[in-house]
Every structure is written in C-alpha cells, then in structure tokens.
Nanobody
Framework: QVQLVESGGGLVQAGGSLRLSCAAS????????PGWFRQSPGKEREFVAA????????IYADFVKGRFTISRDKTKNTLYLQMNSLAPEGTALYFC?????????????????WGKGTLVTVSS
C-alpha cells in the first residue's frame, strides 16, 4: 500500500518561499511517477508539477512560470517542491501524488495515489 505524507506547509508572505516535502512508503518514487497538485478554496484540484518515470524529465503547469522546482531524493524516497515568489493565489492545499498519468495527450494529469495534503497560506 502506497502512503504519502506531506509536510512543509504554513503561512508565508507574498514573495516568500516554502519547500514542501513528501515522504513515500510502499512504493518507490522512481518507477511510480510522482507529482504535486493543489486545491484552492472554492476551486477544483489542479496539477502543479510532476517527474516522469525513471529520469524522463519534469513537467510544470503554466502558472508555475519558473517559480517552482520539483525534485526527488531517491535514497530517501522523498519528493520535494521548492516554491519561490509565492503570490496570494498560491494559497491552497497542496497534495503529493504518485502514479501520475494522463488519459490522452493534452488531458489534465491525474494520479492513482494521494497524500492528505499540506496547507499553504500566502498573505498579501
């Protein structure tokens, strides 16, 4: 059974930075593509970033605009999301996910496994 536990959320001022972590157990994050999603108040959950299976590269949502970096520590089986230049619209519950996939080319990503989320609040 895959378990994903996020940490690192909190309150930050606009323009600040946070680093989210996700400790995984039950499956390695190399063969099961991991990623981050978020859900803002009153909105649907949306894709943020993901790492392809093996070392096939990274993909980001357009709104990230070079401000976020996803990375993975294979020895710790841990996923990270470094978020810089945060804006108030970045306030959301951030979810770690594993087994990220798309049903067809161009479809919004989804995932098989989910953590419970860590809350990020960006004040203006």
């Amino acid at each position: 059974q895959v378990q994903l536990v996020e940490s690192g959320g909190g309150l930050v001022q606009a323009g600040g930075s946070l680093r989210l972590s996700c400790a995984a157990s039950g499956h390695d994050l190399v063969t099961t593509p991991p990623g981050w999603f978020r859900q803002s108040p009153g909105k649907e959950r949306e894709f943020v970033a993901a790492i392809g299976a093996g070392d096939s590269g990274t993909i980001y949502a357009d709104f990230v605009k070079g401000r976020f970096t996803i990375s993975r520590d294979k020895t710790k089986n841990t996923l990270y999301l470094q978020m810089n230049s945060l804006a108030p619209e970045g306030t959301a519950l951030y979810f770690c996910a594993a087994g990220v996939y798309t049903d067809y080319e161009g479809a919004p990503p989804d995932a098989y496994y989910w953590g419970k989320g860590t809350l990020v609040t960006v004040s203006s």
